[in-house]
């Protein structure tokens, strides 16, 4: 009798650690295809930038920089960014940096705090640009507002140096935060 009750609870278990292994694996597959999904969403929405930036760039064959779109909207406490590209118009290839910087707001934010809404790519160096032509892919300037960022518009500069380090360009946009 005692080893029949011991069989089945062998039985058993074999059942349910197998069960357990088919969740395991079907949830880890439909993690993957969620990150697939959203890794495709963001390599469009770069494709979409990147193409409109193109644009902008071929209407005017002296503009040496674009930010793109000129005036973002964020809702309050979410993200959304800027993308920028630098064209080379000089007769050599040249090594570029920029940074962004505030200007003002029209809610008494601050230096401090503005600056401090800009999460991902406020400066980068190094960036090489070919003679006649424009970086590969935009660079995108990330913002995310919180639940105390006051409802407000906020005017940043992005200024482009030369390796030199002598300003190349510079462009003015206006964020706009809302509820």
């Known amino acids: 009798m005692e080893k029949k009750g011991a069989m089945e609870m062998s039985v058993g278990t074999i059942v349910t650690i197998v069960l357990l292994m088919a969740v395991l694996i079907?949830?880890?597959?439909?993690?993957?295809?969620i990150f697939k999904t959203e890794q495709n969403v963001i390599d469009q929405?770069?494709?979409?930038v990147n193409t409109e930036i193109n644009k902008l760039f071929s209407n005017d064959e002296n503009k040496k920089i674009i930010v793109y779109p000129e005036e973002p909207v964020i809702k309050k406490e979410n993200s959304g960014g800027v993308g920028l590209s630098i064209r080379n118009i000089e007769q050599k290839e040249e090594i570029y940096s920029y940074q962004v910087l505030?200007?003002?707001d029209d809610c008494n934010l601050g230096e401090g705090e503005a600056l401090s809404l800009i999460s991902l790519g406020q400066s980068d160096e190094n960036i090489r640009v070919a003679s006649g032509s424009s970086m590969d892919s935009a660079v995108l300037v990330r913002f995310r507002t919180g639940e105390s960022t006051p409802l407000c518009l906020i005017r940043y500069r992005i200024?482009?140096?030369?390796?030199?380090g002598s300003i190349?360009?510079?462009k003015d946009f206006d964020l706009e935060i809302k509820s």
């Open 45 to 48: 929405i770069d494709r979409n």
């Open 102 to 104: 505030y200007k003002e």
């Open 159 to 164: 200024e482009v140096e030369k390796n030199d």
């Open 168 to 170: 190349y360009s510079w």
């Open 26 to 33: 079907l949830g880890i597959y439909l993690v993957q295809q």
